[in-house]
Antibody, heavy 129, light 107 residues
């Protein structure tokens, strides 16, 4: 059974740091892109970051660039999000999810779509003084 | 960043109703769009990927259509378990962007 379990959330003061972890089981992390998505309580979803299977490509939403770092340890089947210089507006539930790439044809050309098929239960980060 | 404009932001419907939610992208995103359902306190759940493909295990009353800039999620006959918030997500480029969500409530 595929499972993703986040941990590491908690209360931190503005300017502080936290490291979120996402432990994967039931599949090999090494063959999947992975993603972090967050949700402010009572609000919508916001994509945060993606990382390629081997960690060679990483992408971030502008609001966290230079402060957050996504990483992975495929040997430990784990995904991480290092969050530094935290702001009040970073308070949210953070979800990790597995990303699947699938080819499709649009006209006569072939492209890849991606989607997140398995999600963790989320971990709450609260940034407050 | 690509803006995803979802409408309506909320709707009230009855069991058995046909429900349509739309998502408009600020530029052409081919078929690079997914639809997710979220219930309170739970993680999002994938319904549709590549705009029109039904995820395995998702009931056939859910369907997706559209391409380019205009996309639709349709629930053909609303069931009690479908009352939730629905989000579109573009995977055409980075940063990925979600629509603002549509809350489907009981009439």
């Amino acid at each position: 059974e595929v499972q993703l379990v986040e941990s590491g959330g908690g209360l931190v003061q503005p300017g502080g740091s936290l490291r979120l972890s996402c432990a994967a089981s039931g599949f090999s992390l090494s063959i999947y892109w992975m993603t972090w998505v967050r949700q402010t309580p009572g609000k919508g979803l916001e994509w945060v970051a993606n990382i390629k299977e081997d960690g060679s490509e990483k992408y971030y939403v502008d609001s966290v660039k230079g402060r957050f770092t996504i990483s992975r340890d495929n040997a430990k089947n784990s995904l991480y999000l290092q969050m530094n210089r935290l702001r009040v507006e970073d308070s949210a539930v953070y979800y990790c999810a597995r990303v699947v790439l699938i080819p499709y044809y649009y006209g006569s050309s072939r492209y890849h779509a991606d989607y997140s098929d398995y999600w963790g239960q989320g971990t709450l980060v609260t940034v407050s003084s | 960043a690509i803006q995803m404009t979802q409408s309506p932001s909320s709707l009230s419907a009855s069991v058995g109703d046909r429900v349509t939610i739309t998502c408009r992208a600020s530029q052409d995103i081919r078929n690079d769009l997914g639809w997710y359902q979220q219930k309170p306190g739970k993680a999002p759940k994938l319904l549709i990927y590549a705009a029109i493909s039904l995820e395995s295990g998702v009931p056939s009353r859910f369907s997706g259509s559209g391409s380019g800039t205009d996309f639709t999620l349709t629930i053909s006959s609303l069931q009690p378990e479908d009352f939730a918030t629905y989000y579109c997500l573009q995977d055409y480029n980075y940063p990925r962007t979600f629509g603002q969500g549509t809350k489907v409530e009981i009439k």
